[in-house]
């Protein structure tokens, strides 16, 4: 495999995430007798399950637009390098959470009239940056988190030799005439 068919592949990751929260949830949902909050009943595990919970449902939030930049990096894997291709999917969370951004800002409008925000700006203002700043840290944690574990990944697959890259030839020194 070389690193270009394995970055084509990496843009799975967030989606098999998704599945083993999933799995998890499930799991979590049937050995609970009394609900989902029964078996995290400490603070740590209570609180792990509940990102579970949050990344599973969350996926209404993060589907689209990662669709949208899953296919963008699909169509540069065919067109770039992957020298260049590494680093445009080791800076993808960034553009991820701009999206995000985007997208929570286009959805809170809202308003019947375009004209009128709201009656109280500072509230907005607020609301605004507090809202865009609070998805902004989720996705880039989340983001940077499929990135390292692809990059992990990579690496392992690297070191066991199932990726092997294409080595450009470097060209020989001319001899030096007598």
Do not use: H
Request: charged share 10%; net charge positive; proline share 6%.
């Amino acid at each position: 495999m070389k690193t270009r068919t394995y970055l084509r592949f990496s843009l799975l990751i967030p989606f098999l995430i998704w599945g083993i929260c999933f799995l998890l949830f499930i799991l979590w949902s049937r050995l609970a007798s009394d609900g989902p909050g029964s078996i995290g009943s400490g603070l740590i595990p209570g609180l792990i399950l509940w990102l579970f919970l949050f990344y599973v449902f969350g996926i209404l939030g993060w589907f689209l637009p990662y669709g949208l930049l899953a296919f963008i990096l699909l169509i540069l894997s065919f067109r770039s390098r992957a020298e260049v291709l590494m680093k445009v999917f080791a800076l993808a969370p960034v553009a991820m959470a701009i999206l995000i951004i985007a997208i929570v800002n286009l959805l809170s409008i809202g308003s019947q009239d375009w004209n009128i925000f709201s009656s109280n700006p500072a509230a907005n203002t607020e609301d605004f940056f507090g809202t865009n700043l609070w998805f902004a840290i989720l996705t880039l944690i989340w983001g940077y988190l499929c990135v390292g574990l692809g990059f992990g990944i990579y690496k392992i697959l690297q070191r066991r030799g199932l990726i092997k890259d294409e080595v450009m030839p470097t060209p020989l020194p001319l001899p030096e005439p007598f």
